[in-house]
């Protein structure tokens, strides 16, 4: 199983960036796909999730600037980040996780990608 998530990088506050997180070796279009992000001194706290349905739901902190998506035949997630604020500097996760579907089924994270929000 891999997640390899992509997109991060240097922007200045106001901006915006796409992440994307290409999923292989599970049934892409059954798990709950999340955003995590962890900046230092923190938790890893989750920002974004978008079920096998297509719900959604977003920390407080980015709701009407950020937009989880997914694309089955890809096996993608997408996070479009806009608006950014320094606040917004982590390393950010992609997680699939099929415990919504499957009692005590697995669930993974990816390698993270750096986003930092800077001028």
């Known amino acids: 199983v891999q997640l390899v998530e992509s997109g991060g990088g240097l922007v200045q506050p106001g901006g915006s960036l796409r992440l994307s997180c290409a999923a292989s070796?599970?049934?892409?279009?059954?798990?709950?796909m999340g955003w995590y992000r962890q900046a230092p001194g923190n938790q890893r706290e989750l920002v974004a999730a978008?079920?096998?349905?297509?719900?959604?739901n977003y920390v407080d902190s980015v709701k009407g600037r950020f937009t989880i998506s997914r694309d089955n035949a890809k096996n993608t997630v997408y996070l479009q980040m806009s608006s950014l604020k320094p606040g917004d500097t982590a390393v950010y996760y992609c997680?699939?996780?099929?415990?919504?579907?499957?009692?005590?089924?697995?669930?993974?994270w990816g390698q993270g990608t750096q986003v930092t929000v800077s001028s």
């Open positions: 997680n699939a996780d099929s415990r919504r579907v499957v009692v005590g089924g697995p669930y993974y």
């Open positions: 070796g599970i049934i892409f279009s059954i798990y709950e």
């Open positions: 978008i079920t096998s349905g297509g719900s959604t």
